[in-house]
């Protein structure tokens, strides 16, 4: 069955410093790899997304993530946060329900603090 | 510009009461579907609909049900089934068989007491 790992449920980073946010996947095929971030009391928002071609994606917020198919990875970088990155981050997999239907598979998300 | 509503953004409901969510979508996406998250659980489907008139269980739905008489809309029902039904409930849309991940709501935060 597909699913994905956050290994680190909460990470608190120093404002300027560089951030790495970790996510391990289960999946059969080529996977589609996404990064949503939320907000306390708020919706998910889209920040990057893996295909397929160049394994570092460039997302929104000047966040990175590189697909290393070897380590069944794909983490989540920024060189210098900003307090405003203080947000859950979920990593997701599409998985396959036939009929040409996919739908996502959440990690349980890592919690990240900020230190002004 | 187009988007998900959900509403209300905070419900509070007395323990045996069903209570439905709204959601709407004006995106055109034939996908719709409802997640459940809890603190430190991820988000965990709860239902999805890919055409009007149909839709199926995710991996939690005892407790839930919903309908799909729109395209744009698919309203969640929690019913008194539902042993912990406190929780924050997030809709989504997509495009079938586009494999670009969902657009989101902003969410309801359902308090039963």
């Known amino acids: 069955a597909q699913s994905v790992t956050q290994p680190d449920i909460h990470i608190t980073v120093s404002e300027g410093a560089s951030l790495e946010l970790r996510c391990n996947y289960s999946?059969?095929?080529?996977?589609?790899l996404f990064w949503y971030v939320q907000s306390p009391g708020q919706g998910l928002q889209l920040l990057l997304k893996?295909?397929?071609?160049?394994?570092l994606v460039q997302g929104i917020k000047g966040f990175e993530a590189e697909f290393k198919r070897s380590q069944s990875s794909f983490n989540l970088r920024k060189p210098s946060v900003h307090w405003s990155d203080a947000a859950e981050y979920f990593c997701?997999?599409?998985?396959?329900?036939?009929?040409?239907?996919?739908?996502?598979?959440f990690g349980k998300g890592t919690k990240l603090s900020v230190i002004p | 510009d187009g988007g998900i509503t959900q509403s209300p953004k905070y419900l509070f409901r007395k323990e045996g009461q069903n209570v439905t969510l709204s959601c709407e979508q004006n995106?055109?996406?034939?996908?719709m579907y409802w997640y459940r998250q809890d603190p430190g659980q991820g988000l965990r489907l709860i239902y999805y609909?890919?055409?009007?008139?149909?839709?199926q269980k995710g991996d939690i739905a005892e407790g839930y049900s919903v309908s799909r008489e729109k395209k744009e809309s698919f309203p969640l029902t929690v019913t008194s089934a539902q042993k912990n039904p406190t929780a924050f409930y997030l809709c989504?849309?997509?495009?079938?068989?586009?494999?670009?991940?969902?657009?989101f709501g902003s969410g309801t935060r359902l308090t039963v007491v």
């Open positions: 989504a849309s997509s495009v079938i068989g586009e494999r670009y991940g969902y657009t």
């Open positions: 609909s890919q055409i009007v008139n149909d839709f």
């Open positions: 997701a997999v599409d998985r396959a329900r036939g009929a040409g239907s996919y739908q996502l598979t």
């Open positions: 999946y059969g095929a080529t996977p589609y």
């Open positions: 893996y295909f397929s071609g160049d394994t």
């Open positions: 995106l055109n996406h034939d996908a």
